[in-house]
């Protein structure tokens, strides 16, 4: 309330509803009160005065209004002191003095004293009449503002920003944990593969393929090592670069769908099927591709695997045996074992796997690409935050 009275002071107009009760202080920060009763009746309305001097002073002037105590709270006495001495008399039962007010109580079936009615005939209604009369006469001028907001859109996300800092760190405990379980979760997972730091078979090669997209949901660091990637440094910001992208696309387009759709549900279910979509069409399950996930899937392999050396030897009957006879040992015939030293690299064997379309070369594409799936999530949020409004009227 007291925030209310310095808004009101700055010469805004402020309209608070009260449906309880309030404090002694509470009650003297309105300029005036408007008293209902249940039905939407009036019973008062006015100033207040000091020490709801004139509320007090008008309730007291009816015989049936009991007198207020000194040091009563006069919102509680007013409250039950509307429509006093309600007699409900029922047969065979004695008359029942009940304290009703004008929210709890109703017009009743017993003679009580109708302080609306009251208060329709009154000085006090008159006076408010003629107040609006007066008012309507000489109409304000129509508030003009130089502009939509108050401030700028710079001030606004500053703010904002600030504010989710904030809430993020009230909680310094929790996220200090969330960050030492995912460290934890990344070293486990790494030891799973600390005493096979270096693919042998297309089995291997399977795996390793595998690890690279389980790490997304994970942590990026703590296991990149311990997996056993390259440690050179490109290939180390290529990781990065492609992990953050996938998090900033899902991420990005998450908080789309919230804001252009009606409700929760509808964009957790479209949400849903985004990511089924991108798994099944990202170029892994089956050589077909429209979604987002393939550019990160292409970026990840070409850069973790090219020019990777790692001698891989290859399971019988797999394209990837047909391309190491025919490259290095052409003169085994077909259909039979290759020897153990007739074996191809990782870099064929990304070549083969994926039918030669993800290429090195192609990085810069998917680099683009994945920039502009974000920057449309984006647009398509502040689209949804700024045109888009499922208040109901």
Not at 136 to 141: A, I, L, T, V
Not at 197 to 223: A, C, H, K, W
Request: hydrophobic letters at 40%.
């Amino acid at each position: 309330m007291r925030s209310l009275r310095r808004i009101a002071d700055s010469g805004i107009a402020v309209v608070a509803t009260i449906h309880q009760y309030v404090g002694i202080g509470s009650l003297q920060s309105p300029a005036s009160l408007l008293l209902l009763k249940r039905g939407g009746e009036v019973v008062f309305f006015g100033e207040l005065g000091d020490e709801s001097y004139n509320l007090i002073e008008y309730l007291e002037s009816y015989s049936t209004t009991k007198p207020i105590k000194s040091g009563e709270n006069p919102a509680t006495w007013s409250k039950f002191q509307f429509d006093v001495y309600w007699l409900r008399c029922k047969a065979k039962l004695s008359c029942v003095t009940v304290l009703t007010t004008i929210g709890a109580g109703s017009a009743g079936d017993g003679d009580g004293f109708d302080y609306a009615k009251a208060y329709s005939h009154s000085p006090l209604a008159g006076d408010c009449i003629k107040k609006i009369d007066e008012i309507n006469f000489e109409p304000s001028d129509e508030i003009i503002f130089p502009s939509r907001f108050a401030t700028s859109s710079w001030t606004q996300s500053r703010e904002v920003y600030k504010r989710l800092n904030k809430i993020y760190w009230r909680s310094p405990g929790y996220n200090r944990v969330r960050l030492l379980v995912s460290g934890i979760v990344a070293l486990v997972f790494g030891s799973v593969f600390a005493s096979q730091r270096v693919p042998v078979t297309e089995g291997d090669m399977n795996s390793r393929i595998t690890s690279i997209y389980i790490t997304g949901g994970l942590t990026q660091f703590s296991e990149y090592f311990t997996v056993g990637f390259s440690p050179e440094a490109a290939k180390f910001f290529l990781y990065w670069l492609f992990m953050a992208f996938s998090l900033g696309t899902f991420t990005f387009l998450g908080q789309g769908f919230m804001a252009i759709f009606r409700d929760s549900t509808t964009a957790q279910g479209f949400g849903a099927l985004l990511i089924g979509m991108s798994s099944i069409f990202g170029g892994i399950i089956i050589p077909y591709w429209t979604f987002p996930l393939h550019y990160v899937y292409e970026g990840l392999f070409t850069s973790q695997f090219n020019q990777d050396e790692t001698p891989i030897t290859p399971s019988y009957g797999s394209p990837f045996y047909d391309y190491v006879r025919t490259e290095y040992c052409d003169w085994v015939p077909a259909g039979e074992p290759l020897p153990d030293d007739c074996t191809g690299t990782a870099a064929d064997w990304i070549d083969v796997a994926f039918g030669g379309n993800w290429t090195v070369e192609n990085i810069k594409w998917d680099i683009v690409y994945l920039v502009g799936a974000n920057v449309v999530a984006k647009v398509m949020t502040m689209y949804g935050l700024k045109q888009k409004n499922y208040l109901a009227k």
